[in-house]
């Protein structure tokens, strides 16, 4: 889906872009109209490294007059399971990569960045593209970066911030896996990253994570967001387990060019709460 429409002042313009081995998404912003003046969603039809990622970035930024003009305020949001969060007080910079080596790969060449999430004393670890970031730095200079579940605990966190009893359940679904976080008495407990292709694999999951924290399906909140529909597959086999599941109400108030109907804000929530 390609929206852009009406003159575009290029100035004033924030340019959120979200980086899969899946996909990407760029949304740009016009902040003093508060204007989406350009949304691009493209999915892959397999898993690709990152190098191909990359050979895609460029393809577009050659095809897509719009990325190539002005000088836009840019975030990029990688969006991977290459990640740990660590208590900010447990969290020593200089050991970095020591929180990930036992369940990621890291090579020579892996770039260990770090995320504050300030509102739930946490600090999200990960690797970045480090070939994807050099090609946008080569573009814009400075510019801004977070991993995509960062976003989702920072913001989850203030919205369970008066939380006294209960648990929700977020899941944030995207091509071929989807992120599970769990906040329960307004802290978060859990949040993990899940590979998946089938809805088997979909509820098993999260029952199992379920399983672990002791959590009665028939009690938790789920939320979905990301790339999910009601009378998916996915949405009814979730049903069949889970009593209480609802989707993430988001309200953004972008305008929208063009005439196709606006994405969802649940389905790009990363992508526009990094516009915010």
């Given amino acids: 889906m390609v929206t852009q429409s009406r003159q575009i002042n290029y100035e004033n313009i924030k340019l959120s872009i979200q980086v899969s081995l899946n996909g990407l998404s760029f949304c740009a912003l016009s902040k003093e109209e508060k204007r989406i003046v350009f949304f691009r969603d493209i999915l892959f039809s397999r898993k690709l490294n990152p190098a191909q990622v990359l050979q895609q970035i460029?393809?577009?930024?050659?095809?897509e007059p719009f990325l190539s003009s002005g000088n836009?305020?840019?975030?990029?949001l990688f969006s991977n399971e290459?990640?740990?969060?660590?208590?900010t007080e447990f969290f020593e910079e200089e050991n970095a990569s020591e929180y990930l080596k036992y369940n990621t790969k890291i090579l020579e060449t892996d770039y260990v960045a770090k995320d504050d999430i300030v509102s739930a004393e946490i600090v999200n670890v990960y690797i970045p593209y480090t070939n994807i970031n050099n090609f946008f730095f080569d573009r814009y200079g400075e510019f801004e970066?977070?991993?995509?579940?960062?976003?989702?605990?920072?913001?989850?966190?203030?919205?369970?911030?008066?939380?006294?009893?209960?648990?929700?359940v977020y899941l944030n679904?995207?091509?071929?896996g989807y992120d599970l976080l769990v906040y329960q008495q307004g802290k978060l407990i859990l949040a993990n990253s899940f590979n998946c292709n089938s809805r088997e694999d979909f509820i098993y999951y999260l029952l199992f994570c379920a399983e672990q924290l002791d959590l009665d399906p028939s009690s938790f909140e789920l939320i979905l967001l990301g790339r999910i529909r009601e009378k998916s597959d996915y949405y009814e086999i979730a049903y069949t387990?889970?009593?209480?599941?609802?989707?993430l109400q988001s309200s953004f108030g972008y305008i929208f060019n063009g005439k196709e109907e606006p994405p969802k804000g649940y389905m790009h929530y990363t992508l526009f709460?990094?516009?915010?």
């Fill in 241 to 247: 387990y889970v009593k209480e599941i609802k989707f």
């Fill in 173 to 176: 679904c995207f091509p071929g």
């Fill in 82 to 87: 290459l990640y740990s969060l660590v208590p």
């Fill in 58 to 63: 460029e393809k577009q930024y050659e095809q």
């Fill in 72 to 76: 836009p305020e840019v975030i990029v």
């Fill in 273 to 276: 709460k990094a516009l915010e």
């Fill in 145 to 168: 970066y977070r991993h995509s579940v960062s976003v989702l605990a920072e913001e989850f966190q203030i919205q369970n911030r008066f939380q006294k009893e209960g648990t929700r």
